[in-house]
């Protein structure tokens, strides 16, 4: 095993393809013994291919994605009218999906901060979380 | 600017080109930040991890490697790279500094009672030593078994058995047709099953006749 790890760059030409045959395969050999490399190697790999998939998936994707929980609910909804012999999992499906949607949303964490700031006493907390909160809207 | 004048003009440390730079990459480099943390399973701060990506960039800044990366093609997977092991390294640092202390097991526990150490009052988890035994075997049996493969194919081997992954993705890290890692991994599979069969068996049988002897002789 060879324990002289190749560098960052090399690395990146590996799983880019660009590096010639012989140097590649001398690269091949290291990672089949280094599990560190290997592990460098597959974090890159899955950070690129989610880079590129939310990339990818332009303004509808990326709205949907970012509402996943909420269509999901509105489905199960939908669902339990047009399938009446399932209407209660349904129905708890929709209720369940609900809840995440609005406990994953990005206005229901602020309140819960302000209102957790509010419980605490710190009032400058509080404020300042609400004037962040009005800013980014 | 296209990515290669871009590429040239950060080499030459040309600060508009710099901040272009950043605003380009930084949410990748943000993003496998987070990845890194979120994979270590550490309760990490926004701010800390605006730190790490701050001093990523000053890295590359400082040290020039932006002249050293000779092409433009593979600079989004050197950036990922480099920032998932800079991650790793600065925590690895903090760690070390801040919150872990070694302790030797064979320390007393107590100022007063100086026979009871540390290693005493840890409690010593039921093991079946058969099994780890056993465990142990098998995983030094696969370990020399997939040593006998090509480098090329001990790695796919390696990235699907030891690390789990999906053979779309083997296919993508090695740059290889899906059909050639399906193909391939099919049959070593079976045949490490055969030889692993193989291997076990016989050292059951050795462990076996080890033990009459051992009885015989008593």
Redesign the interface.
Known sequence: MNRICPD??I???Y????LPSEER?VV??H???C?AC??????????????GFLKTAGKLGQWIIKNRWGIGSATALICSFFVPRYFLQFLAAALILGSKWITDSRTTKTLIMIHEAWKRGNRNDAENTLTRFHSDK | MDTQELFKKCAEKDPAAWNEFIRRYQ??VT??VK??LR?MDTRVYKNDTQDIVQEIFLLIWENGELQ????S??L???L??????FTLNYYNRIMFRSHRRMVSLDEPLFREQAETTLGDSIPSPTVNTERMLRANELDAALENEISKFK??H??ML??DI??G?KQK?IA????VPLGTVAGFLGRAKKRLNTRLQRELCSSDKNRKLGRIRKNKKK
Request: glycine share 4%; with cysteine.
């Open positions: 960052e760059k690395l990146s030409a799983l880019k393809a660009v395969k091949e050999k990672l089949a013994g599990d290997r592990g460098l190697i597959i974090d890159a790999h899955n950070i690129l291919k989610k880079n | 949410g990748l993003r496998a990845y890194k994979e050293r990366l000779k092409d093609v593979c989004r997977s050197w990922a790279i480099l920032s998932v092991n480098p090329h001990q790695l390696k990235l030891y690390d992954q993705d993508e890290i090695m740059n």
